[in-house]
């Protein structure tokens, strides 16, 4: 009876050690994602055709929308509220950047991007390239993008994209610091924005 006692102690001991070990690596791995850079590294091409990869978002925080050109609703409205926002919040544009990243690089030339972007706003550089790369970086930021065709018969067709509507707020370290959500409040919105101008 006895070595049955210090058979199951010792086995106790033994699943609290591995428990605890599990604790430590989940923690510490959950610390080392909080501290990485959001994302994946990638090469693609800005509005201007130049060459653009992850340290674009170091230096400063960063406001990054993805979406397209020929989105009829959610990406104009964003990018015109976002203006204002950032208008708002770092009027000379020396504190804070924003990029859109587009979901549609099959349409959505670099150079179609700038003029689009640029009807709207001079706060946002528009990001595109070649459609695997860009497709690696949707799935890098996790991102849902879809392409839905607009006529159910004609799957080759027309289409437009279902995808993320959320700003993705970055740090200066390029680390996930949160979102604005499509719609949200205009005040909370610019006060996200206020705490990510100020963030280190």
């Not at 879809?146 to 006529?151: C, S």
């Amino acid at each position: 009876m006895k070595t049955f006692r210090i058979v199951i102690w010792a086995a106790v001991v033994v699943v609290a050690g591995v428990l605890g070990w599990l604790t430590f690596s989940i923690t510490e791995t959950k610390q080392q994602i909080a501290e990485a850079p959001f994302g994946v590294p990638f090469q693609l091409i800005d509005q201007k055709g130049q060459p653009i990869t992850e340290q674009a978002f170091r230096g400063k925080p960063t406001a990054l929308f993805f979406g397209f050109t020929h989105c009829p609703e959610v990406c104009p409205t964003t990018l015109f509220e976002l203006d204002g926002w950032l208008h708002k919040v770092d009027p000379d544009g020396t504190k804070m950047q924003a990029y859109f990243v587009t979901v549609d690089p099959e349409r959505d030339s670099p150079a179609l991007l700038g003029q689009y972007i640029s009807n709207v706003t001079d706060r946002v550089t528009g990001i595109g390239g070649p459609v695997d790369k860009v497709a690696e970086v949707i799935k890098g930021f996790r991102v849902y993008a879809k392409k839905v065709p607009l006529e159910e018969d004609k799957p080759d067709g027309d289409y437009t994209m279902d995808h993320t509507a959320s700003v993705f707020l970055l740090d200066a370290e390029g680390r996930f610091a949160g979102t604005i959500s499509y719609g949200e409040n205009p005040d909370v919105a610019v006060k996200k924005l206020e705490n990510l101008k100020t963030r280190t």
